[in-house]
T-cell receptor
Framework: NAGVTQTPKFRILKIGQSMTLQCTQD?????MYWYRQDPGMGLKLIYY???????DKGEVPNGYNVSRSTTEDFPLRLELAAPSQTSVYFC??????????????FGPGTRLTVL | AQKVTQAQTEISVVEKEDVTLDCVYE???????LFWYKQPPSGELVFLIR??????QNEISGRYSWNFQKSTSSFNFTITASQVVDSAVYFC?????????????FGKGMKLTVNP
């Protein structure tokens, strides 16, 4: 199993450009998440999905959009990039089976710089 | 609202020293989950341990041990006989059992440097 994979690993954008961060997991997890990590800070949840076709906002959703058409993929779209979106982006997935709670598995991250 | 506080921002120790990482949390829920994650210099996040709010049994796993105390809302993590490979940023995280969301709230992290 590859686990959670993210592409690209690094990207530099100009202000106003758009891009999509890709995330794929091969563990058949139903839950997927997008976080951003700013320097010296913990991770903050941007969006999450509890299954294909279902997404919801996290703590910091402004400036981002997501979709979940398949169990495996959960892309994050940045429209009109701004310097405030300079961050490291992590995708994660987990299996939720009712009352139990399982740990989240994280991808390697995408380092995005907006200039 | 949920909140996780890691008051220590950075600790530096010499190899073989014991080190304890503090975590204090806030939640109004009676059912919740606490986690520790490690982020080595390579950048990925690695799951270390999970505890639910009904399980206050402390545990030792090799060089790692955890102390969960609901009375003080603390979930501290101890590394015994630290090694250079333990150098990383450690995050404490909290999730409330909302029956379907299971969103994590992270502390700001604590950078541990273990010097040879």
């Amino acid at each position: 199993n590859a686990g959670v994979t993210q592409t690209p690993k690094f990207r530099i954008l100009k202000i106003g450009q758009s891009m999509t961060l890709q995330c794929t997991q091969d563990m058949n997890h139903n839950y997927m998440y997008w976080y951003r990590q700013d320097p010296g800070m913990g991770l903050k949840l941007i969006y999450y999905s509890v299954g294909a076709g279902i997404t919801d906002k996290g703590e910091v959703p402004n400036g981002y959009n997501v979709s979940r058409s398949t169990t495996e993929d959960f892309p994050l779209r940045l429209e009109l990039a701004a310097p405030s979106q300079t961050s490291v982006y992590f995708c994660a997935s987990s299996y939720s089976g009712g009352f139990s709670y399982n740990e989240q598995f994280f991808g390697p991250g995408t380092r995005l710089t907006v200039l | 609202a949920q909140k996780v506080t890691q008051a220590q921002t950075e600790i530096s120790v010499v190899e073989k020293e014991d080190v304890t990482l503090d975590c204090v949390y806030e939640t109004r829920d009676t059912t919740y989950y606490l986690f520790w994650y490690k982020q080595p210099p390579s950048g990925e996040l690695v799951f270390l341990i999970r505890r639910n709010s009904f399980d206050e049994q402390n545990e030792i796993s090799g060089r790692y041990s955890w102390n969960f105390q609901k009375s003080t809302s603390s979930f501290n993590f101890t590394i015994t006989a630290s090694q250079v490979v333990d150098s990383a940023v450690y995050f404490c995280a909290l999730s409330e059992d909302k029956g379907g969301s299971e969103k994590l709230v992270f502390g700001k992290g604590m950078k541990l440097t273990v010097n040879p």
